[in-house]
């Protein structure tokens, strides 16, 4: 990937995002050597970056960590189409984490994982800090094409927590 097209994914990264939901520039372009992390793009007819999944592969699952669309175009299907593709191609459960539904922007990005597919999971879960100085985050956890018990959600929670996260578990937030 080169240096531009990172930018771009960047820079609707941070438009789309809070800062405690993302890693610092250096630290997102060092996931690009990361063999189990993948970012897909979508273009306009001009070439120019629009949208971005941001997702890792695992043996067991595969881990949807962000999508966005650039916020002008915002609203036109195209996150709807990255996400479609992505899970149409997975043979194996799909997880993303979400927002505890607040608010009326949280229920409605909740809602449109469910119009897909995903199920809303219960189980308590924390983001750890991305930053340095950022607090825990917590969220929930959506999965496709099944919800899981609480069995299959610590799995994958201590997965996501060693890999993604790169903190020891069991990590207590």
């Not at 990172?6 to 438009?15: G, L, S, Y």
């Not at 995002?17 to 060092?30: A, D, K, V, Y």
């Not at 996400?83 to 922007?105: A, D, H, Q």
Request: net charge negative.
């Amino acid at each position: 990937m080169n240096h531009t097209t990172f930018d771009e994914i960047f820079a609707i990264m941070e438009a789309s995002f809070p800062t405690s939901e993302i890693r610092t520039f250096e630290g997102q372009q060092e996931l690009l050597d990361v063999p189990d992390y993948r970012l897909i793009t979508e273009m306009n007819s001009e070439g120019k970056i629009v949208a971005f999944m941001a997702c890792w592969e695992f043996p067991g699952f595969r881990f949807v960590e962000h999508i966005a669309v650039d916020p002008s175009i915002r609203g036109g299907g195209i996150g709807k189409k990255l996400m479609t593709e992505y899970i149409s191609l997975s043979n194996k459960p799909v997880l993303l984490e979400v927002e505890r539904p607040l608010g009326e922007m949280e229920q409605r990005r909740i809602g449109f994982y469910e119009r897909l597919g995903f199920h809303l999971n219960p189980y308590d879960y924390v983001q750890p800090p991305l930053r340095e100085g950022n607090e825990d985050l917590p969220l929930l956890i959506m999965t496709y094409p099944n919800p899981v018990d609480e069995e299959e959600f610590q799995l994958y929670r201590e997965i996501l927590y060693s890999e993604v996260y790169k903190v020891t578990t069991p990590y207590q937030g």
